[in-house]
């Protein structure tokens, strides 16, 4: 059984750093490569915020994140990072880890999702 393990949300003020990580388990080599956050914020649909591809280090992003967040992972962990700086009130929300995609962008291609972290940015 797949598992996502989200950990490193928080509650900071607007211009603080924070990283999320999302460690998987389970033993299982995903078929496909690509994985993913998205955030949710009360009111408001599930939006992509950034993915990378697993086996060859690709990275993809949400034009409102471009040049605040990074995505990076460390495949001998079973770990995916985003590191966030320069943090807004808008990026205020849940944060999911999702995994096992052909699709980048699309929440609904990813077979595997993790159960979310609080992200509070204060202004």
């Known amino acids: 059984q797949v598992q996502l393990v989200e950990s490193g949300g928080g509650l900071v003020q607007a211009g603080d750093s924070l990283r999320l990580s999302c460690a998987a388990s389970?033993?299982?080599?995903?078929?496909?490569?690509?994985m993913g956050w998205f955030r949710q914020a009360p009111g408001k649909e599930r939006e992509f915020v950034a993915a990378?591809?697993?086996?060859?280090?690709?990275?993809y992003y949400a034009d409102s994140v471009k040049g605040r967040f990074t995505i990076s992972r460390n495949n001998a962990k079973n770990t995916v990072y985003l590191q966030m700086n320069s943090l807004k009130p808008e990026d205020t929300g849940v944060y999911y880890c999702?995994?096992?995609?052909?699709?980048?962008?699309?929440?609904?291609?990813?077979?595997?999702w993790g159960q979310g972290t609080q992200v509070t940015v204060s202004s």
């Open positions: 990378i591809n697993w086996s060859v280090g690709s990275t």
């Open positions: 389970g033993g299982r080599t995903f078929r496909r490569a690509a």
């Open positions: 999702a995994a096992d995609s052909a699709n980048y962008y699309s929440s609904s291609a990813y077979a595997y």
